[in-house]
Protein backbone atom coordinates (compact mmCIF):
# COMPACT_ATOMS: atom_id res chain seq x y z
CA UNK A 1 0.00 0.00 0.00
CA UNK A 2 3.11 2.34 0.24
CA UNK A 3 3.92 2.31 -3.21
CA UNK A 4 0.30 2.70 -4.42
CA UNK A 5 0.42 5.80 -2.14
CA UNK A 6 3.02 7.48 -3.06
CA UNK A 7 3.10 6.36 -6.97
CA UNK A 8 0.16 9.04 -7.07
CA UNK A 9 1.83 11.67 -5.37
CA UNK A 10 1.59 14.89 -7.32
CA UNK A 11 4.58 16.38 -6.68
CA UNK A 12 5.52 20.12 -7.46
CA UNK A 13 8.72 21.27 -8.59
CA UNK A 14 10.62 22.41 -5.76
CA UNK A 15 13.92 24.23 -5.62
CA UNK A 16 16.25 22.84 -2.82
CA UNK A 17 20.18 24.65 -1.80
CA UNK A 18 23.47 23.42 -0.07
CA UNK A 19 24.44 24.39 3.26
CA UNK A 20 27.43 26.14 1.47
CA UNK A 21 25.20 28.47 0.05
CA UNK A 22 25.70 30.21 3.43
CA UNK A 23 29.61 29.64 3.98
CA UNK A 24 30.23 33.17 4.09
CA UNK A 25 27.57 33.93 7.30
CA UNK A 26 28.77 33.82 10.34
CA UNK A 27 26.36 31.61 12.94
CA UNK A 28 28.31 33.07 16.20
CA UNK A 29 25.84 36.09 16.47
CA UNK A 30 22.47 33.80 16.43
CA UNK A 31 23.87 31.11 18.49
CA UNK A 32 24.88 33.40 20.83
CA UNK A 33 20.96 34.95 21.32
CA UNK A 34 19.82 31.36 21.69
CA UNK A 35 22.07 30.63 24.76
CA UNK A 36 21.01 34.04 26.07
CA UNK A 37 17.92 32.94 25.82
CA UNK A 38 17.94 29.39 27.54
CA UNK A 39 15.38 28.28 30.00
CA UNK A 40 13.09 30.69 28.29
CA UNK A 41 9.18 30.19 28.98
CA UNK A 42 7.78 28.30 25.68
CA UNK A 43 4.15 29.99 26.73
CA UNK A 44 4.24 32.82 24.77
CA UNK A 45 5.84 31.39 21.61
CA UNK A 46 5.67 35.36 20.15
CA UNK A 47 7.97 36.44 22.70
CA UNK A 48 10.29 34.42 22.65
CA UNK A 49 10.69 34.42 18.64
CA UNK A 50 10.74 38.13 19.11
CA UNK A 51 13.92 37.63 21.56
CA UNK A 52 15.41 35.66 19.45
CA UNK A 53 15.22 37.01 16.27
CA UNK A 54 15.07 41.10 16.94
CA UNK A 55 18.59 41.54 16.13
CA UNK A 56 18.99 39.39 13.45
CA UNK A 57 18.87 40.66 10.18
CA UNK A 58 18.96 37.54 7.64
CA UNK A 59 15.87 34.87 7.70
CA UNK A 60 19.02 32.08 7.43
CA UNK A 61 20.42 33.54 11.11
CA UNK A 62 16.71 34.14 12.59
CA UNK A 63 16.16 30.63 11.39
CA UNK A 64 19.73 29.25 13.21
CA UNK A 65 18.76 30.97 16.49
CA UNK A 66 15.17 29.28 16.25
CA UNK A 67 16.88 25.91 15.53
CA UNK A 68 19.78 26.50 18.03
CA UNK A 69 17.48 27.55 20.93
CA UNK A 70 14.75 24.13 20.44
CA UNK A 71 18.13 21.46 20.24
CA UNK A 72 19.48 22.85 23.78
CA UNK A 73 16.41 23.21 25.61
CA UNK A 74 13.87 21.12 24.86
CA UNK A 75 14.70 17.30 26.16
CA UNK A 76 13.87 14.12 23.91
CA UNK A 77 11.37 12.24 26.17
CA UNK A 78 12.25 8.66 26.07
CA UNK A 79 8.81 7.68 27.74
CA UNK A 80 6.45 9.57 24.79
CA UNK A 81 8.67 7.42 22.37
CA UNK A 82 8.01 4.60 23.92
CA UNK A 83 4.86 4.63 24.55
CA UNK A 84 4.20 5.08 20.79
CA UNK A 85 6.44 2.72 20.01
CA UNK A 86 4.35 -0.24 22.32
CA UNK A 87 1.08 1.32 20.34
CA UNK A 88 3.00 0.77 17.23
CA UNK A 89 3.39 -2.98 18.11
CA UNK A 90 0.52 -3.73 18.74
CA UNK A 91 -1.64 -2.00 15.58
CA UNK A 92 1.13 -1.96 13.17
CA UNK A 93 -0.75 -3.52 10.40
CA UNK A 94 -3.43 -1.29 10.55
CA UNK A 95 -2.36 2.06 9.27
CA UNK A 96 -5.60 3.74 9.70
CA UNK A 97 -6.20 3.03 13.63
CA UNK A 98 -2.29 3.80 14.56
CA UNK A 99 -2.67 7.19 12.56
CA UNK A 100 -6.10 7.70 14.31
CA UNK A 101 -4.33 7.11 17.79
CA UNK A 102 -1.38 9.13 17.08
CA UNK A 103 -3.73 12.10 16.08
CA UNK A 104 -5.53 11.90 19.40
CA UNK A 105 -2.15 11.30 21.40
CA UNK A 106 -0.42 14.39 19.65
CA UNK A 107 -1.88 17.35 21.29
CA UNK A 108 -1.31 15.42 24.37
CA UNK A 109 2.34 15.55 23.60
CA UNK A 110 2.25 19.16 22.84
CA UNK A 111 0.70 19.92 26.48
CA UNK A 112 4.01 18.19 27.70
CA UNK A 113 6.18 20.17 25.67
CA UNK A 114 5.03 23.66 26.53
CA UNK A 115 4.57 22.45 30.68
CA UNK A 116 7.43 20.68 31.10
CA UNK A 117 9.82 21.11 27.83
CA UNK A 118 9.93 17.46 26.91
CA UNK A 119 8.27 15.82 23.61
CA UNK A 120 9.59 13.10 21.09
CA UNK A 121 10.24 14.15 17.71
CA UNK A 122 6.74 15.33 16.37
CA UNK A 123 6.92 17.80 18.97
CA UNK A 124 10.26 19.06 17.96
CA UNK A 125 9.02 19.18 14.06
CA UNK A 126 5.81 21.28 15.42
CA UNK A 127 8.02 23.67 17.61
CA UNK A 128 10.40 24.53 14.19
CA UNK A 129 7.62 24.75 12.20
CA UNK A 130 5.74 26.76 14.43
CA UNK A 131 8.48 29.17 15.90
CA UNK A 132 9.84 29.45 12.27
CA UNK A 133 6.13 30.73 10.96
CA UNK A 134 6.19 32.95 13.55
CA UNK A 135 9.78 34.52 12.06
CA UNK A 136 7.46 34.65 8.69
CA UNK A 137 9.97 31.63 7.52
CA UNK A 138 8.15 29.06 5.30
CA UNK A 139 8.44 25.79 7.33
CA UNK A 140 7.10 21.83 6.87
CA UNK A 141 6.82 18.87 8.79
CA UNK A 142 7.94 16.21 7.35
CA UNK A 143 6.89 12.57 8.65
CA UNK A 144 8.89 9.50 7.24
CA UNK A 145 11.11 6.61 8.49
CA UNK A 146 14.22 6.80 10.58
CA UNK A 147 17.28 4.37 10.56
CA UNK A 148 19.25 3.96 13.49
CA UNK A 149 22.16 1.22 14.15
CA UNK A 150 19.87 -0.17 16.67
CA UNK A 151 16.31 0.38 15.16
CA UNK A 152 15.97 -1.99 12.19
CA UNK A 153 13.31 -1.41 9.34
CA UNK A 154 10.89 -4.03 7.17
CA UNK A 155 8.58 -2.55 4.38
CA UNK A 156 5.95 -3.68 6.03
CA UNK A 157 7.24 -0.84 9.01
CA UNK A 158 5.50 2.42 10.08
CA UNK A 159 6.80 6.07 10.33
CA UNK A 160 8.70 6.23 13.12
CA UNK A 161 9.55 10.25 12.92
CA UNK A 162 9.61 13.54 12.00
CA UNK A 163 11.61 16.76 10.70
CA UNK A 164 11.39 19.73 9.19
CA UNK A 165 12.16 21.22 5.34
CA UNK A 166 12.75 25.34 5.67
CA UNK A 167 12.66 27.79 2.88
CA UNK A 168 15.21 30.43 2.92
CA UNK A 169 15.95 32.52 0.21
CA UNK A 170 13.50 30.61 -2.25
CA UNK A 171 15.16 27.13 -1.62
CA UNK A 172 14.43 24.72 0.78
CA UNK A 173 16.89 23.02 3.62
CA UNK A 174 16.44 20.04 5.40
CA UNK A 175 16.92 19.77 9.23
CA UNK A 176 16.50 17.63 11.92
CA UNK A 177 16.45 19.30 15.52
CA UNK A 178 15.62 15.85 17.66
CA UNK A 179 18.58 14.18 16.24
CA UNK A 180 20.52 17.83 16.70
CA UNK A 181 19.71 17.48 20.09
CA UNK A 182 21.59 15.02 21.96
CA UNK A 183 20.72 10.89 22.60
CA UNK A 184 19.21 9.32 25.17
CA UNK A 185 21.36 7.20 27.35
CA UNK A 186 20.91 3.74 29.89
CA UNK A 187 22.04 4.65 33.29
CA UNK A 188 21.39 1.50 35.58
CA UNK A 189 18.55 0.48 33.50
CA UNK A 190 17.28 3.87 33.07
CA UNK A 191 16.44 6.31 30.24
CA UNK A 192 18.38 9.88 30.55
CA UNK A 193 18.34 12.43 28.16
CA UNK A 194 21.67 13.95 27.28
CA UNK A 195 22.12 17.27 25.79
CA UNK A 196 25.00 17.21 22.55
CA UNK A 197 24.33 19.52 20.10
CA UNK A 198 25.15 17.96 16.78
CA UNK A 199 25.49 20.69 14.00
CA UNK A 200 25.28 18.14 10.94
CA UNK A 201 21.51 18.39 11.18
CA UNK A 202 21.55 21.81 10.38
CA UNK A 203 20.44 22.31 6.79
CA UNK A 204 21.60 18.75 5.52
CA UNK A 205 22.79 18.01 2.32
CA UNK A 206 19.99 16.22 0.82
CA UNK A 207 22.07 13.04 -0.87
CA UNK A 208 23.59 12.27 2.86
CA UNK A 209 20.03 12.96 4.46
CA UNK A 210 18.18 10.20 2.67
CA UNK A 211 20.51 7.62 4.39
CA UNK A 212 18.80 7.55 7.40
CA UNK A 213 15.48 9.98 6.58
CA UNK A 214 13.15 8.43 4.37
CA UNK A 215 10.01 10.75 3.60
CA UNK A 216 6.61 9.82 3.17
CA UNK A 217 6.30 12.06 0.15
CA UNK A 218 9.08 11.91 -2.34
CA UNK A 219 9.32 15.42 -3.18
CA UNK A 220 10.66 16.11 0.47
CA UNK A 221 13.77 13.99 -0.13
CA UNK A 222 14.94 16.87 -2.14
CA UNK A 223 16.55 14.64 -4.43
CA UNK A 224 15.64 14.34 -8.00
CA UNK A 225 15.87 10.32 -7.87
CA UNK A 226 14.80 9.14 -4.93
CA UNK A 227 15.83 5.64 -3.88
CA UNK A 228 13.16 2.93 -3.25
CA UNK A 229 12.16 2.11 0.45
CA UNK A 230 13.82 -1.07 -0.27
CA UNK A 231 17.00 0.49 -1.07
CA UNK A 232 16.67 2.90 2.12
CA UNK A 233 16.51 0.28 4.52
CA UNK A 234 18.71 -2.37 3.21
CA UNK A 235 21.95 0.43 3.13
CA UNK A 236 24.79 0.96 4.96
CA UNK A 237 24.50 2.18 8.97
CA UNK A 238 25.28 5.64 8.78
CA UNK A 239 26.15 7.49 11.93
CA UNK A 240 25.46 11.13 13.35
CA UNK A 241 29.43 11.84 12.78
CA UNK A 242 28.74 11.24 8.78
CA UNK A 243 26.81 14.50 9.26
CA UNK A 244 29.51 16.05 11.71
CA UNK A 245 31.93 15.54 8.86
CA UNK A 246 30.20 16.22 6.11
CA UNK A 247 30.94 12.39 4.81
CA UNK A 248 28.62 10.93 2.23
CA UNK A 249 29.30 6.50 2.09
CA UNK A 250 28.49 6.11 -1.74
CA UNK A 251 29.87 2.50 -2.12
CA UNK A 252 28.87 -0.36 -0.84
CA UNK A 253 25.31 0.61 -1.89
CA UNK A 254 24.00 -2.49 0.77
CA UNK A 255 24.76 -3.23 4.62
CA UNK A 256 25.76 -6.69 3.53
CA UNK A 257 27.84 -7.43 0.92
CA UNK A 258 29.54 -11.25 -0.45
CA UNK A 259 32.68 -11.16 -1.90
CA UNK A 260 35.28 -13.87 -2.54
CA UNK A 261 38.41 -14.58 -0.92
CA UNK A 262 41.22 -12.73 -2.05
CA UNK A 263 38.90 -10.26 -3.61
CA UNK A 264 39.61 -6.55 -3.69
CA UNK A 265 36.71 -4.29 -2.15
CA UNK A 266 36.48 -0.45 -2.84
CA UNK A 267 34.83 2.01 -0.30
CA UNK A 268 33.75 5.08 -1.87
CA UNK A 269 32.90 8.13 0.11
CA UNK A 270 32.62 11.98 -0.79
CA UNK A 271 32.52 14.77 1.24
CA UNK A 272 31.71 18.63 0.88
CA UNK A 273 34.89 19.57 2.92
CA UNK A 274 38.37 18.47 2.55
CA UNK A 275 39.38 15.50 4.61
CA UNK A 276 42.89 14.37 5.87
CA UNK A 277 43.78 10.87 4.43
CA UNK A 278 45.44 10.16 7.70
CA UNK A 279 43.05 10.41 9.75
CA UNK A 280 40.77 8.28 7.63
CA UNK A 281 40.86 4.26 8.41
CA UNK A 282 39.10 0.87 7.98
CA UNK A 283 38.15 -0.93 11.76
CA UNK A 284 37.48 -4.78 10.64
CA UNK A 285 36.24 -7.32 13.01
CA UNK A 286 35.18 -10.88 13.01
CA UNK A 287 33.65 -11.85 15.89
CA UNK A 288 36.74 -12.50 17.84
CA UNK A 289 39.18 -9.30 17.75
CA UNK A 290 38.72 -5.63 15.96
CA UNK A 291 42.04 -4.18 14.54
CA UNK A 292 42.75 -1.23 12.51
CA UNK A 293 43.76 -1.81 8.93
CA UNK A 294 46.23 -0.77 6.92
CA UNK A 295 44.48 0.41 3.28
CA UNK A 296 45.10 1.70 -0.17
CA UNK A 297 43.99 5.13 -0.73
CA UNK A 298 42.95 7.02 -3.98
CA UNK A 299 41.29 10.64 -3.85
CA UNK A 300 39.95 12.71 -6.77
CA UNK A 301 38.15 16.23 -6.07
CA UNK A 302 35.43 15.46 -3.55
CA UNK A 303 35.44 11.76 -3.85
CA UNK A 304 37.60 9.42 -1.60
CA UNK A 305 38.00 6.02 -1.87
CA UNK A 306 39.66 3.03 0.27
CA UNK A 307 40.31 -0.53 -0.81
CA UNK A 308 41.13 -3.77 1.16
CA UNK A 309 41.84 -6.88 0.14
CA UNK A 310 39.95 -9.66 2.35
CA UNK A 311 42.51 -12.92 2.40
CA UNK A 312 40.30 -15.17 4.60
CA UNK A 313 37.31 -16.09 4.50
CA UNK A 314 34.76 -15.67 7.22
CA UNK A 315 31.86 -12.60 7.94
CA UNK A 316 33.23 -9.27 9.33
CA UNK A 317 31.99 -6.03 10.76
CA UNK A 318 33.59 -3.26 8.76
CA UNK A 319 33.26 0.63 10.09
CA UNK A 320 34.57 3.59 7.93
CA UNK A 321 36.13 6.03 10.62
CA UNK A 322 37.39 9.30 10.38
CA UNK A 323 39.05 11.09 12.81
CA UNK A 324 38.08 8.33 15.65
CA UNK A 325 34.69 8.52 15.08
CA UNK A 326 32.37 6.00 13.23
CA UNK A 327 30.76 7.05 9.74
CA UNK A 328 29.34 4.08 8.32
CA UNK A 329 29.25 0.05 9.12
CA UNK A 330 28.86 -2.60 6.57
CA UNK A 331 28.82 -6.38 7.21
CA UNK A 332 31.48 -8.33 4.31
CA UNK A 333 30.55 -11.75 4.19
CA UNK A 334 34.21 -13.30 2.56
CA UNK A 335 33.50 -17.23 0.72
CA UNK A 336 36.42 -19.35 -0.25
CA UNK A 337 34.98 -19.30 -3.83
Known amino acids: MRYAFLIFILCASISYGQRSAFNAIDFSKADSVAYQNKGASLKSLPILVHNLTTNLHTDVEKFRAIYTWISTNIENDYNSYAKTKSKRSKIEKDRTAFLAWNQDYTPKVFEQLIRNKKTACTGYAYLVREMASLAEIPCE ?12 LTLESLPNHSWNSVQLNGKWYLCDATWSAGQIVFKEGYPEFQFEYHDGYFLAEPSLFI ?119 YIIRVKRK
Open 211 to 329: RNHYPLEKKWSLLEDMPSFEHFISGPIVYKNAFNFSINPEFPLALETEIIKNERIHFKFSSAERLDPADLVLEIGNGYATQTIDTTFFQHDSDYSISYKFTKAGLYDVHLKYNGAIIAT
Open 141 to 152: IIDGHSRTPTLP
